[in-house]
């Protein structure tokens, strides 16, 4: 695949300051074809896309990416990073104990009151990031048989 493959891509490259490489299409849409992927499975991805690619570069195009604002980078404590097309609308995570399967859940129900920290310290919150844990169906169906 080349960069002129995917001019929406491209442009979106562009328009973040990124350089367009074939590259860099290939990991952009790799992470919004997945569902919170991690950089084994992206570069896998990605090979299946362009061929050879490091996983070095890997990570250093997914950091570009992550910095520019168009994927977003989910770390959730014991597991390794995971990575999202789905930005800019201040969503949060629910995470299996068991198996490590993530869904995406909206914020909570109003006006964006989980931007409203009961002491903000003079912080000027522009997002919150809240993870909920617990089993999903599959693992608490299986738990209870």
């Known amino acids: 695949m080349t960069a002129s493959g ?3 891509t491209a442009e979106e490259l562009r328009g973040a300051g990124l350089r367009v490489t074939a590259a860099r299409v290939a990991l ?3 992470v919004r074809d997945g569902d919170h992927l ?7 991805e990605v090979r299946g896309r ?6 070095q570069a890997v990570y250093e195009g997914l950091h570009a990416l992550t910095a520019a604002g168009l994927i977003r980078r989910l770390d959730p404590p014991g597991s ?4 999202e097309g789905r930005v800019g609308d201040n969503h949060h995570h629910l995470v299996c ?11 909570a129900v ?4 989980c931007l409203t920290a009961s002491d903000d310290r003079g912080f000027a919150v522009d997002e919150a990031e809240v993870i909920y844990w617990g089993l999903c169906p599959a693992c608490s ?3 209870s048989s």
């Open 6 to 8: 995917n001019p929406p």
């Open 28 to 30: 952009l849409e790799a």
């Open 38 to 44: 991690g950089a084994e499975a992206i570069a896998s």
């Open 50 to 55: 362009v061929g050879h690619i490091s996983v």
């Open 80 to 83: 390794p990073a995971l990575y």
């Open 97 to 107: 104990r068991s198996c490590g399967a993530v869904a995406d859940v909206d914020c």
């Open 110 to 113: 109003g006006h964006a009151p």
């Open 141 to 143: 169906t299986a738990r």
